[in-house]
């Protein structure tokens, strides 16, 4: 803490270049922990406007004052540099300034398994660069970059609890990355105005996790929903494409059933044809697979495969399953440590010798990923 603390004197003005005025200003008037306070608070709304950029120079201004007063410190610390641990690009430390679930703090390189993409892509409907998300000292994604193809299903596979849900609320605009870009058939979702989030998210169709459907609707009203808040269509056509959708998810009679009468498989497949109803160019589906029977994940696959092929669009499947990764993935990226391990075609990434993704797709107890 100490080094901080030193950072606005031990600096002076020669430092100047990399800080704006404002956050020199802030440091000079209202000292560090303030500054860090306000940056806190201003968290993802201030993301939209690039007031975060005062977040990262923060961290430039630490890392420039580590530099200037390295020797100094390490005479006074006398602590040998590698005991650092893994040092991320802004400068802040493993397990000083940031945990990621699953990296010790003294690994000085957890990304020996990131090999990353196979090949590139191109045609990509979402791009994610660098994107850094923390909550409190957690940080989930560490830099975490990946192309989603257009009109291909790609699958986001991972242990539990690295971020993949959180990934997802990154491309609806739900979180906004502390660091990094997310981009959305052209447009920064960071950058958008509310309006225009709401416009865009038009093109998304979305299945959470839990199927997050409204527990006072029917399950006829919940899967209009969308069409009645987006679309002008009169109530003949809304009634039409509706029944269409519950039939085809096997829900053809349960129009006036509430979510709590529906078991927790047959809520899935109302959440799947409510995020259907709009025709999207994007769908995004978090675990559509979980809860749900074998006989019914088959043809939940199936149905995804055949909708897909009718309508096309980006699709990114969230899940657990390799049956379903086998079935239904044109493009499969493995997710572990805030990044990306690897992401390629199916068949490249079911036959690669990377460790750690041969483990996972493999389902095999030996290999880098253990319990913990
Ligand atoms: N809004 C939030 N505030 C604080 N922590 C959060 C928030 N959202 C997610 N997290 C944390 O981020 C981590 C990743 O969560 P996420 O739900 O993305 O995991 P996941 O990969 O989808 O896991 P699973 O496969 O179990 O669904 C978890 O440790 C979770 O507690
Ligand atoms: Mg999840």
Request: with cysteine; glycine share 10%; net charge negative.
């Amino acid at each position: 803490m100490s080094e901080t603390e030193e950072t606005p004197d031990a600096q002076g003005s020669e430092e100047t270049p990399i800080n704006s005025p404002e956050v020199e200003a802030a440091v000079e008037n209202t000292g560090e922990g303030e500054v860090a306070a306000e940056i806190e608070a201003s968290d993802e709304a201030a993301a939209a406007d690039g007031s975060i950029a005062e977040g990262e120079q923060d961290l430039l201004d630490e890392e420039a004052s580590a530099e200037t007063t390295g020797p100094v410190d390490a005479a006074v610390t006398n602590e040998p540099e590698e005991s650092k641990g893994f040092v991320a690009t802004d400068g802040s430390v493993l397990g000083r300034d940031f945990i990621i679930p699953g990296v010790g703090p003294g690994d000085n390189d957890p990304y020996k398994w990131h090999t990353g993409p196979k090949q590139v892509t191109t045609n990509n409907a979402i791009e994610i660069k660098d994107v850094v998300k923390q909550f409190g000292r957690t940080r989930i994604l560490n830099g975490l970059n990946l192309g989603l193809p257009d009109d291909q299903i790609s699958m986001v596979l991972g242990p539990s609890g690295t971020g993949k849900s959180v990934l997802i609320k990154h491309i609806v605009g739900l979180l906004y990355p502390d660091h990094g870009d997310v981009i959305v058939k052209g447009d920064s979702v960071p950058d958008l105005s509310d309006d225009d989030l709401f416009e865009m998210r038009k093109k998304f169709g979305l299945l959470f996790q839990d199927g997050a459907l409204f527990g006072s609707m029917n399950i006829f009203d919940n899967v209009a929903f969308p069409l009645r808040q987006h679309t002008d269509k009169g109530e003949e056509e809304i009634e039409s494409i509706v029944s269409r959708r519950l039939r085809e998810v096997g829900l053809g009679e349960a129009h006036f059933k509430m979510p709590n009468e529906l078991s927790g498989g047959m809520r899935k497949r109302a959440g799947f044809a409510r995020a259907l109803v709009l025709d999207p160019e994007i769908v995004m589906f978090d675990e559509p697979d979980s809860g749900l029977d074998p006989v019914r994940t088959a043809l939940l696959c199936e149905l995804i495969k055949e909708v897909h092929a009718e309508s096309g669009g980006c699709y990114m499947v969230i899940s657990h399953d390799l049956g379903t990764a086998r079935r239904i993935a044109d493009f499969i990226a493995v997710l572990w440590k805030g990044r990306i391990v690897e992401s390629g075609p199916k068949d490249e990434l079911f036959e690669s010798d990377n460790e750690f993704v041969h483990q996972f797709l493999q389902a095999d107890v030996v290999g880098p990923l253990a319990m913990d």
